[in-house]
């Protein structure tokens, strides 16, 4: 079985997604990857759920089982996105 849906924030290009991970609202995730992207980074958020299988009890990643509402939602500059959709 699946976790619940939650948001999850990375940088374009990237296959983790580690700015932010199981935040409970879209603007959650888009806040948390703000304070850890660098400038330059665009992000990008997505809302999924992930495995609960015991195989990635000690893993570094843990794969999403399914995954919706994936946004690229712009650049982090020094004032905050640049071009984006926030």
Known sequence: MPTDWAWHAGVEGEWSYDLATEEPTRE???AQALRNAEDGETIQIVEARMSTALK????????????????????K??????GGTA
Do not use: K, S, V
């Not at 990635?56 to 650049?75: C, K, L, M, Q």
């Not at 500059?77 to 640049?82: F, R």
């Open 77 to 82: 500059g020094p004032a905050g996105l640049i």
């Open 56 to 75: 990635y009890d000690d893993a570094d990643e843990i794969p999403f089982t399914h995954t919706r509402n994936h946004e690229i939602i712009g650049t």
């Open 28 to 30: 959650a995730a888009i």
